[in-house]
């Protein structure tokens, strides 16, 4: 018997950090979050150019038709290679046969004018038509100028924004900044150490993987008012693993929870991506119920039909060589390596 679902959604990605697996260590021992964002992912960015990007996407894309997602919320960050980079993620994608919301995380890091030409390759891409949202790396690296520009571009665009939101407990003033800016339609990331009663408005993306990874604790999201949906924050796109560790975290909190809320969490990513809905994964295995797949490992897609088109059949994909990807994707991973 095999169940059939729709499309998964993963509703925060990283599109271009696929490539960093067995990049060199960093020259410190990062000790905590900041520094782990300084010593790797804030060297990996700077490094990456659009050649890069485009076999970085295409390798997350593939990854993420072989778990059964079809769709992924992505968060881009490329500061020397802005301009074009969401149409590189796009159309990269678009040949694996995978739908994606792009987003390009505006920062002051590189000073006001990186932040300006994010905010350009956000409005570039949207208005010429791509499927995107209004990126903000976060409120503790951007002014408030920044912010309240993103915000308003997200406005004058008719667009949510897709923000982290205190990952790490150097971005508590996430709230108080961001005050009166945030709408329904907005995606606040991680949200761990947000406060209960808070005043942001929009749907709560978890990353259990990525949160205890970088030990900055539990975000415990059903204490939050907001809908929630999962997210991988760049660590694959395999989003029944992402339930089953939600539902597995949540537990250790609350011995008397059952995976329904988790689940609800996973079917969330649909809301933001309704054209996943049209899509039809089906399972090595029935049924595809959450109290089944809480203690099911290895369960994985034989078919998945985006629209009508069979992507992914017979353990490979259809539109795209799998092998040609990994072996692209590992010249390029070569090549990125060497510049840090
Ligand atoms: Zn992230």
């Given at each position: 018997m095999n169940a059939t679902t729709p499309g998964l959604v993963c509703a925060h990605h990283h599109l271009y950090s696929a490539l960093a697996r067995g990049m060199p260590a960093p020259p410190h021992t990062p000790t905590n979050f900041q520094e782990i964002l300084e010593q790797i992912w804030w060297r990996l960015d700077v490094a990456l150019d659009l050649d890069m990007l485009y076999w970085s996407a295409q390798l997350g894309a593939l990854e993420a038709l072989e778990a059964g997602t079809t769709a992924i919320v992505d968060h881009n960050e490329t500061p020397n290679a802005i301009e074009g980079s969401l149409s590189v993620i796009a159309d990269a994608c678009a040949e694996v046969g995978v739908r994606v919301i792009s987003a390009y995380g505006i920062t002051d890091r590189h000073g006001a004018d990186g932040a300006r030409r994010g905010l350009e390759e956000n409005e570039r891409f949207i208005k010429g038509g791509g499927k995107a949202l209004v990126g903000i790396h976060a409120a503790f690296t951007c002014s408030d100028e920044s912010l309240q520009s993103a915000a308003?571009?997200?406005?004058?665009?008719?667009?949510?924004?897709?923000?982290?939101?205190?990952?790490?407990?150097?971005?508590?003033?996430?709230?108080?900044?961001?005050?009166?800016?945030?709408?329904?339609?907005w995606l606040l990331s991680h949200c761990v150490h947000l406060p209960d009663n808070h005043d942001l408005r929009g749907t709560i993306l978890h990353n259990p993987r990525s949160n205890l990874n970088n030990a900055v604790g539990y975000a415990n999201p059903a204490r939050f008012s907001n809908p929630v949906a999962l997210g991988t924050d760049g660590i694959g796109a395999n989003m029944i693993e992402s339930f089953r560790l939600a539902?597995?975290?949540?537990?250790?909190?609350?011995?008397?929870?059952?995976?329904?809320p988790a689940w609800s969490w996973l079917?969330?990513?649909?809301?933001?991506?309704?054209?996943?809905?049209?899509?039809?994964?089906?399972?090595?295995?029935?049924?595809?119920?959450?109290?089944?797949?809480?203690?099911?490992?290895?369960?994985h897609p034989v078919e998945v039909k985006v629209d009508d088109e069979v992507v992914f059949a017979d353990g490979r994909p259809t539109k795209v060589?799998?092998?040609?990807?990994?072996?692209?994707?590992?010249?390029q991973a070569q090549r990125l390596h060497a510049k840090l």
């Open positions: 308003g571009l997200a406005k004058d665009l008719g667009v949510g924004v897709h923000i982290h939101v205190c990952e790490g407990v150097g971005d508590i003033d996430a709230p108080a900044r961001l005050e009166g800016l945030t709408t329904d339609d539902y597995a975290m949540q537990r250790s909190v609350d011995v008397t929870v059952g995976p329904d079917e969330k990513g649909l809301s933001i991506v309704p054209e996943a809905r049209n899509d039809e994964v089906t399972w090595s295995y029935d049924p595809m119920d959450p109290w089944h797949l809480a203690f099911t490992a290895g369960v060589d799998a092998d040609e990807i990994r072996a692209k994707a590992y010249e």
